[in-house]
């Protein structure tokens, strides 16, 4: 089954069982946030950090200050990040458990790890 026939048959049928619209709207405010490269990275490179400062992770992207600036809001607003502020430098750390929520029922771990012709 192609996994877009998956995901559509996870979707209706999650209709038709009553999903939580607004657990909904928060998961596709996840995978909206990370739809973009750039911020992407930035989640990849947060995953692999508790807490970055602001231009650390902005020179381990290698995007400007002003870029990361952009890109933080968005992720921040999907619930992907959380800032907090240390005299004049902002740190980031990411939410995982909002990342979790958003993958966890989509793509169940046994299904990401097996290939499509063993399913």
Known sequence: ?????????YLIDGMLNGMDAENTERKAKV???LSDPTRLRLVEILAAEDTLCG?????????SLALL????KVLTDAGL????R????QYCSLNREILAEAFE???????LLSRPHES
């Open 1 to 9: 089954m192609s996994i877009v026939k998956w995901l559509f048959n």
């Open 31 to 33: 995978f909206a946030a």
């Open 55 to 63: 231009s650390d992770l902005a020179e381990r992207a290698g995007i």
């Open 69 to 72: 600036s952009h890109h933080w």
């Open 81 to 84: 990040t959380t800032r907090t």
């Open 86 to 89: 240390q005299g004049q430098r």
């Open 105 to 111: 029922g989509l793509w169940p771990y046994r299904k």
